[in-house]
């Protein structure tokens, strides 16, 4: 049974920074492709950025590129999502979601129906 358990999230005014963490067990996580996705209120679920299970390869929505950062420590079974410059509507929900097959296309690691297990998710409010 895989579990992942998303932290870090919180409340900032725009201009702001968090770093949310997502632990993950019951894989071998260096083996993993990892991402995050968000889901605001009355929004469907969007790709926010994920990463390959060396952390050779990030990918990132444009709505994040240059703002936010990926990253993982395999040591740690953890993946992190460091979000700079947040805005309003950066406000949501936020996932983690496990890839057993991360295959590494951009058009695939974006789809959320590609990911087998996902967190509980995480608030993130951005206040103007």
């Known amino acids: 049974q895989v579990q992942l358990v998303e932290s870090g999230g919180g409340s900032v005014q725009a201009g702001g920074s968090l770093r949310l963490s997502c632990a993950v067990s019951?894989?071998?996580?260096?083996?993993?492709?990892m991402g995050w996705f968000r889901q605001a209120p009355g929004k469907e679920r969007e790709f926010v950025s994920a990463i390959s299970w060396s952390g050779g390869r990030t990918y990132y929505a444009d709505s994040v590129k240059g703002r936010f950062t990926i990253s993982r420590d395999n040591a740690k079974n953890t993946v992190y999502l460091l979000m700079d410059d947040l805005k309003p509507e950066d406000t949501a929900i936020y996932y983690c979601a496990v890839d057993q097959r991360f295959g590494g296309n951009y058009a695939t690691v974006r789809k959320a129906d590609q990911y087998d297990y996902w967190g509980q998710g995480t608030q993130v409010t951005v206040s103007s």
């Open positions: 019951g894989r071998t996580f260096s083996s993993l492709g």
